[in-house]
């Protein structure tokens, strides 16, 4: 089983001509509420790709947290460990989008702020049952810290998807046998500058040696590349026309985590990961556009 310890939140989504400038009032057209969060997505994305999949979180008592709570249900994730608290709002993400599809997004991490080492420590027996515990950095870092911790003394492989970017300390990069990365997120931990495959491989090496043991790096379309005990491996991406690449990177870290837990081999995750992403960019919307398993092509030798 897949354990996501992360983030959800509500995306608020404003379809605007161009974005407003300071104290301009604008008239957009669009507006959409939709289920989000790097935690939400991937643990969608690892369900259905065919994992038995749950979540630790926290969501706020209103209507934005029942409405999460209810997707989650309805995507066959186990929820019972995530704490609806009394205190905070549900997590919320603005997202404004202009007609040449430009974004900014302002994230209120609300609830998410208040996933704390205890709520770990409340889903012990999920930790002990998972095969892979996957983490990213939407949720406070003790927590994500205490969930690796957990998750390592149960004999689960741990994954962290370290985004959003940000430097993290080398205890915390040992507690993990999985670190994925996109170009700045690795950019921001190695000090490196990555932009393609040659300065991707060089970045890995700088990883491993703080400690990583296994390192992936994608690159949008230019695909992943995998530094592992084997050596380094540039798996190339699905050429695909893309129409909206929002939850590319969670849709792969979802689905590389749903066939290692399978007990796929890497080479196998790695091509069903991006197999899955490629067929999310080719769709609107980061949840709506995850594949089913079932969708994607045969795994080729
Ligand atoms: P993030 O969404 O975190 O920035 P990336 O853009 O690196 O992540 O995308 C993650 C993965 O999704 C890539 O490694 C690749 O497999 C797939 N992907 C992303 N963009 C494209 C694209 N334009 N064409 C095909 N695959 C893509």
Redesign the pocket.
């Known amino acids: 089983e897949v354990v996501v310890v992360g983030s959800l939140n509500m995306d608020l989504v404003v379809r605007t001509p161009r974005h407003p400038v300071p104290g301009e009032t604008l008239l957009g057209h669009g507006f959409a509420t939709t289920p989000g969060g790097k935690g939400a997505n991937q643990a969608v994305a690892a369900a259905r790709l065919g994992a038995a999949t749950a979540m630790v979180g926290c969501l706020g008592d209103d209507t934005h947290g029942r409405a999460l709570r209810d997707n989650l249900s309805q995507q066959g994730i186990c929820h019972q460990a995530v704490r609806t608290s009394a205190a905070g709002a549900t997590g919320v993400a603005m997202i404004q989008v202009d007609d040449a599809s430009q974004n900014s997004i302002v994230v209120i991490p609300g609830s998410n702020a208040e996933l704390t080492p205890d709520d770990v420590d409340a889903a012990e027996a999920l930790l002990a049952s998972a095969k892979l515990v996957v983490c990213q950095l939407e949720v406070p870092l003790e927590t994500v810290c205490r969930a690796l911790e957990r998750a390592r003394a149960h004999g689960a492989t741990t994954l962290l998807n370290a985004?959003p970017a940000m430097a993290l300390p080398g205890e915390l990069l040992a507690l993990v046998d999985w670190l994925v990365v996109?170009?700045?997120?690795a950019e921001a931990l190695s000090g490196c500058p990555v932009a393609d495959p040659d300065q991707a491989a060089r970045a890995i090496a700088r990883l491993q040696a703080l400690g990583c043991r296994r390192v992936l790096i994608?690159?949008?379309?230019?695909?992943?590349v995998a530094g592992l005990e084997s050596g380094l491996h540039h798996a190339p991406?699905?050429?695909?026309a893309?129409v909206d690449?929002?939850?590319?990177?969670?849709?792969?870290v979802g689905a590389f985590a749903a066939a290692l837990a399978r007990g796929a081999e890497v080479a196998t995750a790695l091509q069903e990961?991006?197999a899955a992403?490629?067929i999310?960019?080719t769709r609107p919307g980061a949840q709506a556009a995850i594949p089913h398993r079932h969708e994607l092509p045969p795994v080729t030798p």
Do not use: K, M, Y
């Not at 996109?182 to 997120?185: H, I, K, Y």
């Not at 994608?218 to 992943?224: E, F, H, K, N, S």
């Open positions: 985004a996109n170009e700045s997120e994608t690159l949008g379309a230019q695909g992943v991406a699905r050429p695909v893309a690449t929002t939850g590319a990177g969670d849709t792969f990961g991006q992403a490629a999310a960019v």
